[in-house]
Nanobody
Framework: QVQLVESGGGLVQPGGSLRLSCAASGSIFGIYAMGWYRQAPGKQRELVAAISTGGSTNDADSVKGRFTISRDNAKNTVYLQMDSLKPEDTAVYYC???????????????WGQGTQVTVSS
């Protein structure tokens, strides 16, 4: 059993900051790429940022220069520091991780339950 548990969402004013965390637990042999996605009402889920095991990152154009993804491999945790938040950042944010449960197994995608981020004055 593998779980991804997110925390850190909430209500913030435009221009404010939030930090999301996502911790993976359970039967884990290895964690590979990790990332954050978001889904606003009436829209498709989109990639916000992703990070490889080695720390290479890929950010959506809409968040470049404002959001920073990082990870702590020892804690099986990925973070998303969100600064200069805008109302259009309002969405449910989901954590994603590619996880292998055993040395002879395959990597599978796992998802967190989602955390609401609302940017409003």
């Amino acid at each position: 059993q593998v779980q991804l548990v997110e925390s850190g969402g909430g209500l913030v004013q435009p221009g404010g900051s939030l930090r999301l965390s996502c911790a993976a637990s359970g039967s884990i042999f290895g964690i590979y790429a990790m990332g954050w996605y978001r889904q606003a009402p009436g829209k498709q889920r989109e990639l916000v940022a992703a990070i490889s095991t080695g720390g290479s990152t890929n950010d959506a154009d809409s968040v470049k220069g404002r959001f920073t993804i990082s990870r702590d491999n020892a804690k099986n945790t990925v973070y998303l520091q969100m600064d200069s938040l805008k109302p259009e950042d309002t969405a449910v944010y989901y954590c994603n991780a590619q996880i292998r449960k055993s040395a002879w197994g395959y990597e599978y995608d796992y998802w967190g339950q989602g955390t609401q981020v609302t940017v409003s004055s």
